[in-house]
């Protein structure tokens, strides 16, 4: 018995012209306005991430409907992906990663600057998928530390976007201390990252 | 019109006793020649003028462990683009020391099949430009499509076999490499992980 | 003192080329492979190929699985067209079992085949276009896909992956909402195509960057085992779909485009005329579709209880069904020995499938025959001498799919 599924056939109203971002809590007065810098660097930041698709397989061809103008990535701030990592925020690893892979993984990662995150989108990237077979790394995070893990096989681009709405939080809230603090020190060195 | 009968009666007046176990699988002819005439049948159904077999379709194997000096089959399937047949033709050697010839001198796209061969069965291919593993990692000691190796990685901790249904104490009936140590041979003993004891 | 400044490796003053990697992370690899190339300036003198950074032990999984689960390895291979793959396994699983097909079926599979391939073909030129810099395109047509990936979600539920179909035909009866989206394909598609052409075709900035590179003679060709789109752009007019018919492919009438030379550009027209073939298949396959009235349309899959699994009603309500039920659920089903080999036209070529039975629950050994990983091979032949920028626009309108190449 099919469910109406009749909303892709009909045109939706538009209901708004532009939509902005909400402004963080703070003092307002004649001229001025005082808020925590966090809130403010976090506003900027994740409003504006820069990806990088580490696209390996058929999350890729997900990612790519994702860019497209029917899920518009774009619209939350990620215009430009980016394939350089010295340039790049955020790094979605897209697909399996197979042992040959890991090390490449592994430099991309390094290769990029803090602030970075981490997006496993798939069910590959999180923990092998499908294939628990002998040639395929069962998770990335067995080679990076992983912030937003996104399942699915492939996830429907609405999940991607869920993932990067997550990130966005993770961003908008994270300390300007994290990346030099102790706990996160150790946390690299777990995975033998300097 | 070309028929499987003429193929077969063109082989057979061409290599007597040599070529044998014909048998005709859903349609497509099949038969077997001894390891060392592989390239000499390869060549005689290419240049032959009626047989004209000359695409290469696909060039695999299969690892059969109880057929005792038989163990490896490398399998060519060619085709007559001409006339539409196809035909398989299997090559039997052993695990000891599985040297097959080369085809890539007839067909360059035997290249990277026999690579790949290579990489799963650990095929000699005798006369190979560039021998060398293509899938799996360069460092990768056994060749991971043969019977006796798992498909699991042995050494990975986050996943119990338990509950996955494999070996374990549940017995779902499927059974791992440990289970199977009775069908191998002296010569190709394995530790409890699956490796090799060289 | 200049000496103590900079140490040169050794030999490096006489080395007249430079060794790049085109690595596994690169914009224009689309999927993981990696080239190293010797270049000469811009000249490419030698190219290297290294695969395998996907490899995931689909033929070593394929043992482990009973046939109806390896459905979902072969969705993973070219996951730009996966319901050609799957229908390739259901017809290499049929053809074991002597499973025959009614022509409902055969034709509804023949819609879900061409829709993939458009699917298939409306990326790759796309990305080609993306590689020479004109965007638009990609985006343009990106709406259409999602139209195509709706209708599979109408039939089996999935966007990218479908898993569509069973042995002996399809998991559901094609519902009126996706024959509407299928019509609303159909009428709004051709104009769309017509104008993604008019952006490529005779685009001279197009022409210029595609016409003359990555050139490939038919004997060669034929010798490197290239089949599909990039066999037909070098002039041989090798097609599975006719050379073996299968689900029922006899009775539709198409052409099949052939180029000249099997340049980038033959490739990229050879695809772009296919996919105008494919619309005219899809439309003659809807209209043979309508034609079955009554108990006939509710026909969607074969009469083989053995190994289709027959519906929840029954299976709690009748015995035979409940039997059934339990022997294919637990593998009990009979499975002949033997050996089949069936080919269909995927995306990119012959995707070929090589099972070898023994008569229990998955398969003693199953071998895919991959087009991409078949004519990847000839890269290098077809790059050398030219430049570091007509070597990207080759390796894209190749269609090199790395799921397809490592399998």
Known sequence: MARPVSYNLIQK???????????PDGEQGEGFFATKLNSVIGLARKNSIWPLPFATSCCGIEFMATMGSHYDLARFGSERVGFSPRQCDLLMVMGTIA???????????????????????????????????????????????????????????????????RIQDLVGKESLRRRNGEQYKALLESYGIQ | MLTNDIIKQRLTEKFAEQVSNFEEP?????????????LKVLNFLYDDEELKFRFMTDLTA???PNDKGRELAVVYHLHNLSDNIRIRFKVFTAIGKPDVYTATGLFSTANWMERETYDFYGINFVGHPNLKRILNVDEMDYFPMRKEFPLEDSTRIDKDDEMFG??????????????????????EKHDETGRPIV | MSEQHIKLPEGSIEKTTTTLNLGPTHPATHGVMQNI???DGERIVSAEQTIGYIHRAFEKLAERRPLAQITTLTDRMNYCSSPINNMGWHLTCEKLLGVKTPKRVDYLRVIIMELARISDHLICNSIVGVDAGAYTGFLYVMQYRELIYEIYEEVCGARLTTNIGRIGGFERNFNDIAFQKLEKFLSEYPKVLKEFENLFQRNRIFMERTMGTGA????????????GPNLRAAGVDYDVRVHTPYSSYEDFQFNIPVGTTGDNYDRWLVREKEMWESLSIIEQAYQKVQEFKGAEAEVYHADVPEYYLPPKEDVYTKMEALIYHFKIVMGETEIPKGEVYQAVEGGNGELGFYLISDGGRTPY?????????????????????GMLSDAIMTMSSLNLIAGELDA
Not at chain 1, 13 to 23: C, G, K, R, T, Y
Not at chain 2, 166 to 187: H, K, M, P, W, Y
């Open chain 1, 99 to 165: 042992k040959k892979m890991g090390p490449v993984v592994k430099q991309v990662y390094l290769q990029m600057a803090e602030p970075r995150w981490v997006m496993a989108v798939g069910a590959c990237a999180c923990s092998g998928g499908i294939f628990d077979t002998y040639s395929v790394l069962q998770g990335i995070d067995q080679v990076i530390p992983v912030d937003v893990y996104v399942p699915g096989c492939p996830p429907r681009p609405e999940a991607i976007i869920d993932g990067v709405m």
């Open chain 2, 26 to 38: 859903y349609g497509m002819l099949t038969f077997e020649a001894p390891v060392e005439l592989n």
């Open chain 1, 13 to 23: 109203p538009l209901e708004a012209d532009i939509s902005i971002v909400d402004m």
């Open chain 2, 166 to 187: 494999r070996g374990g104490t549940l017995g779902f009936g499927t059974e791992t490499a440990r289970d199977r140590q009775e069908v191998i041979s002296e010569n």
């Open chain 3, 216 to 227: 490939i003679s038919a004997e060669r060709a034929l010798n490197y085992g290239f089949t």
């Open chain 2, 62 to 64: 299969v690892h059969f």
């Open chain 3, 365 to 385: 050994r199953l071998h895919f025959r991959r087009p991409c990983f078949v004519y990847y091979q000839a890269y290098e032949e077809l790059t050398k001498g």
């Open chain 3, 37 to 39: 190339l010797e270049l």
